[in-house]
């Protein structure tokens, strides 16, 4: 029942997220992650509406990854933004602004080449993850990908060496 399900339906809901999104990668991993939930469900047999139900739990999953995605690049970026420079800082306040700009492009030659090339778009650039994505060459999904490991790498070393002290 479900392979019937999957051949009938898969393509079309791939489509339907890939329009959604923009991004045919995470239209892929939704799409299997929809059939694995509802291979999970016992009574699948029973549910009157098997496709309104396969798209209902495909637009959860969605719905899902990009709260988590808005949670982990919100707090990614407070982390960064409390390191930025404040023009209206004093003298001391700036000098430690400075020294956090230098530890962030330390850490920044740590990351692999393509995720320092995305952070600098995105951050220095001001590009959107789409536009980065157009002007690299690869999808959005990619561009989020590079960002949380950069943010992520970026926080953690700037907690580490604040422990430090």
Same mark, same amino acid.
């Given at each position: 029942m479900l392979?019937?399900?999957?051949? %009938?339906?898969? *393509?079309?809901? %791939?489509n339907y997220l890939t329009w959604k999104t923009g991004d045919p990668e995470l239209s892929d991993d939704l799409v299997q992650e929809t059939f694995l939930r509802a291979s999970g469900k016992k009574n699948l047999h029973q549910i009157e509406n098997l496709p309104s139900y396969i798209f209902r739990i495909a637009n959860n999953l969605l719905i899902d990854h990009l709260r988590q995605l808005s *949670? %982990?690049?919100t707090d990614a970026d407070s982390a960064i933004l409390e390191t930025l420079e404040d023009e209206s800082a004093g003298p001391d306040e700036r000098a430690f602004a400075e020294i956090n700009l230098d530890r962030i492009k330390a850490i920044l030659h740590t990351l692999p080449k393509r995720s320092q090339e995305v952070f600098l778009l995105c951050r220095l650039e001001g590009k959107t993850h789409k536009e980065a994505a157009r002007h690299l060459r690869i999808s959005t999904s990619s561009v989020q990908k590079h960002m949380a490991l950069a943010l992520s790498r970026i926080g953690r070393h700037l907690a580490r060496d604040d422990d430090d002290c």
């Amino acid at each position: 029942m479900l392979e019937e399900l999957f051949a %009938r339906h898969a *393509i079309p809901l %791939r489509n339907y997220l890939t329009w959604k999104t923009g991004d045919p990668e995470l239209s892929d991993d939704l799409v299997q992650e929809t059939f694995l939930r509802a291979s999970g469900k016992k009574n699948l047999h029973q549910i009157e509406n098997l496709p309104s139900y396969i798209f209902r739990i495909a637009n959860n999953l969605l719905i899902d990854h990009l709260r988590q995605l808005s *949670i %982990r690049k919100t707090d990614a970026d407070s982390a960064i933004l409390e390191t930025l420079e404040d023009e209206s800082a004093g003298p001391d306040e700036r000098a430690f602004a400075e020294i956090n700009l230098d530890r962030i492009k330390a850490i920044l030659h740590t990351l692999p080449k393509r995720s320092q090339e995305v952070f600098l778009l995105c951050r220095l650039e001001g590009k959107t993850h789409k536009e980065a994505a157009r002007h690299l060459r690869i999808s959005t999904s990619s561009v989020q990908k590079h960002m949380a490991l950069a943010l992520s790498r970026i926080g953690r070393h700037l907690a580490r060496d604040d422990d430090d002290c």
